[in-house]
């Protein structure tokens, strides 16, 4: 009897802890979204990581990655972030990971643009609750909305920037690439 309740409350904290990071996860949208800045700087460990797969933005520890936001809050007029599917694997009582999939409306360079992207996280319970120990974005497209239509057709969908850059996924993923090369018309042997 004791270990088949000491089974349900594991099961109850695995739950309880799931809910905490899905609601940071929904947190750092509306924060980021409302530029409620303090609280985007409370949604991450001290020592965190915050990248672009692009390799455009890279910041270690939480000044850093508030140094970085400033300098997208600057290039960026309103948007809307839209989390969809989130995937979370817990690593242990203390430490998670997880992939979130989903869209962006946002005003950047003088243009309404939309986005679709995925999150590679790292998660980590603190004293605080669960906060980011790192958060990695790629996108499958980052358009003008007039660029929008035939997008996918493309290889470089990243048009955040000045020159347009191949999209982060799902061309350069090792399963993509196998599954394609698999796939491949083979030459007929003479």
């Not at 089974?7 to 609601?23: P, T």
């Not at 915050?50 to 007029?77: K, P, T, W």
């Not at 946002?106 to 939309?114: E, I």
């Amino acid at each position: 009897m004791a270990e088949a309740q000491a089974g349900l409350l594991a099961r109850i904290e695995r739950l309880e802890a799931e809910s905490q990071i899905r609601q940071l996860i929904a947190r750092y949208s509306f924060c980021i979204d409302d530029r409620r800045i303090a609280e985007v700087r409370d949604l991450f460990a001290a020592d965190a990581m915050l990248r672009s797969d692009d390799g455009v933005m890279e910041a270690h520890g939480v000044d850093a990655i508030m140094a970085q936001f400033e300098g997208r809050f600057a290039a960026l007029g309103p948007g809307h972030h839209v989390m969809h599917d989130v995937q979370i694997d817990f690593d242990g009582s203390d430490h998670a990971r997880g992939r979130v999939a989903g869209h962006a409306e946002l005003w950047r360079n003088g243009a309404m643009m939309v986005a679709a992207l995925r999150y590679a996280d790292r998660y980590v319970r603190t004293a605080a609750g669960w906060k980011f120990a790192a958060r990695s974005i790629g996108f499958l497209y980052y358009v003008p909305v007039k660029a929008y239509p035939g997008i996918l057709g493309r290889a470089d969908r990243n048009h955040a920037y000045a020159a347009p850059l191949p999209a982060d996924f799902p061309e350069p993923l090792p399963d993509w690439i196998a599954y394609h090369q698999a796939r491949r018309p083979r030459a007929a042997h003479v």
